[in-house]
């Protein structure tokens, strides 16, 4: 297997991936990559897809695996990498010369013992005044015990459009004040954040609705995973989230260049 792609690429999936795991399972199909990981609480998830016309290479040689997420047991035909995110975190932290980013990134496998046992090579040009030397990295992440996440079917009566730049802003002050917030999309048609403490209450207003409803629909949030999480994707343009009443959120959108992000947060339910 061989896939080539842009360095903006493997940057945005280290960025959305890492808040909740150190490890993930990149699966390559004949049309996309795809990546699906749950933080071991089980209270988020984040699903990232990247189509194969956004690679410059995707060569892979799929081989079957067996999926016994559903009650009738489906064959998934494709190639299968572990990899280390705080590794190649520190590897694209370091390729950087003078702000000056490589041109691409390619993953490759390496057979080593027999047919399904391998090697993985990450290698991306060095920059600098010659531009010309490139580095290759070998590594090994087991993969037998890297299970994939039953991604939920969920129905959610609101849509908003938000900036996640300004919804980071606002939890900076907002887990000043308590360790979780409540989301609301009101019948104002606007999207409010809420924290409130034992003396303080802080109140923001971060989004619109798609459709203006007649019921306000709201749930409560963990501050400290919805940070990280909306860290992860700050970068990105305007995204749409869904909201219900003590309801998971979802919100998704796509980087600038074609990395696909939907991330799922569980709500924090308390007695009424």
Known sequence: MKVRMKWNIIRDIVELASPLIDEVLMRFDEEN???????????????????????????INPIA?????????????????????????DMLRTATYNEVLPAWFEIRTVPTKGPHDFDTEFEFPMPGPSNINTMVVRTKVDTTCMEIPTVPLLTLPVEVK??????????????????????????????????????????????????????????????????????????????????GDDLPLVWHGTTPDGVEARMLLAPRIESR
Do not use: W
């Open 65 to 89: 695996h067996e999926d016994n997420r559903h009650k009738v047991k489906k064959v998934l035909m494709e190639d299968r990498v572990g990899i280390d995110l705080d590794k190649l975190r």
């Open 162 to 243: 938000f900036l996640p730049e300004n919804l980071v802003r606002m939890l900076r002050y907002l887990e000043i004040v308590s360790d979780h917030v409540e989301i609301c999309a009101d019948t104002d048609g606007l999207a409010h954040i809420t924290s409130m403490g034992d003396t303080v209450e802080g109140r923001s207003i971060f989004g619109s609705m798609m459709t203006k409803g007649t019921v306000a629909y709201k749930s409560l949030f963990p501050v400290d995973y919805l940070t990280n999480m909306m860290r992860a994707c700050d970068h990105l343009p305007y995204m749409n989230m869904r909201i």
């Open 33 to 59: 990559l795809i990546i699906q990981i749950v933080d071991p609480a089980h209270v988020a998830m984040t699903e990232i897809t990247v189509k194969r016309d956004n690679f410059q290479t995707y060569e």
